[in-house]
């Protein structure tokens, strides 16, 4: 089994998990993600995901080269590009996803770090974008994202050189949210993930989106979508809970309705 999927209180946890081959991704492992994926994202007792690796050393290494140099895809594979979504790849999940970096975090690994919405690593974690020294590229949004997320200079020397760094510059680069010993790592995400599943999972989800949209929108068109977002939120039942609950001093319960 290349994936472990667990549910546990509206929590899912996708485990990728080769640790004898740190990790690193193959097709039949893709494919598996994609349909994790799917399920967090149309399970509507799923509020947040966590995305963590198996073993102590990766959490994920990136491809499989020994699978993935001598065996490219078709070249028809190109013009599929929605075959096999995945959030680095385009699928929409408004759902938080939270990455847990047990170890190496390369390449590939990269990538679906990118395509989290908040990030705790390890302190022995690395990070890098090597695929320029096997003769490819950051692909499935490496180069798009990361370029977003880091300024411009330091993410070109990243992409153009392959070089890794450490978790404490991960984390100065704001790459990551905080750096956590090991025996805390799962714990420290699962927390998080309850904080966010305790919060009105429409707001969430509406709040992820605009975000998430706000890089490609101008700031007018940003701030009349979210007009929009706060009326149609205004008439779920969570708003009339969340406020019922905030006159009574009570915790709210939250349906999603």
């Not at 089994?1 to 996708?14: D, G, H, L, R």
């Not at 102590?56 to 078709?74: M, Q, S, V």
């Amino acid at each position: 089994m290349t994936i472990k999927f667990e549910v546990t209180q509206s929590i899912a946890t996708i485990t990728l998990n080769r640790p004898e081959r740190l990790n690193a991704l193959t097709h039949a492992m893709l494919d598996d993600l994609a349909s994790a994926w799917r399920e967090v994202r149309d399970n509507k007792d799923i509020r947040v995901a966590i995305l963590t690796g198996a073993g102590e050393r990766a959490f994920c290494a990136g491809a499989d080269l020994r699978e993935y140099i001598p065996e490219p895809p078709p070249i028809s594979d190109t013009w599929t590009s929605q075959a096999g979504l995945r959030p680095d790849r385009g699928i929409d999940i408004w759902k938080p996803v939270i990455g847990a970096v047990n170890g190496h975090c390369l390449g590939g690994g990269m990538t679906l770090l990118l395509a989290t919405d908040i990030r705790i690593s390890v302190p022995h974690a690395t990070f890098g974008t090597p695929e320029v020294r096997w003769g490819v590229l950051a692909s499935c949004g490496g180069t798009q994202r990361l370029m977003q997320e880091l300024p411009s200079a330091i993410a070109m020397e990243l992409l153009l050189t392959g070089k890794p760094f450490d978790a404490e510059t991960a984390e100065r680069r704001g790459l990551i949210n905080r750096i956590v010993e090991p025996a805390r790592l799962l714990a420290e995400a699962e927390a998080l993930a309850e904080q966010i599943v305790a919060n009105a999972p429409l707001a969430v989800q509406a709040t992820k989106e605009l975000a998430i949209r706000s890089r490609g929108m101008s700031l007018d068109v940003g701030i009349r979508l979210e007009d929009a977002m706060v009326r149609l939120l205004q008439s779920t039942s969570d708003v009339k809970e969340g406020t019922a609950a905030f006159a009574e001093r009570r915790k709210p319960s939250f349906t999603g309705q």
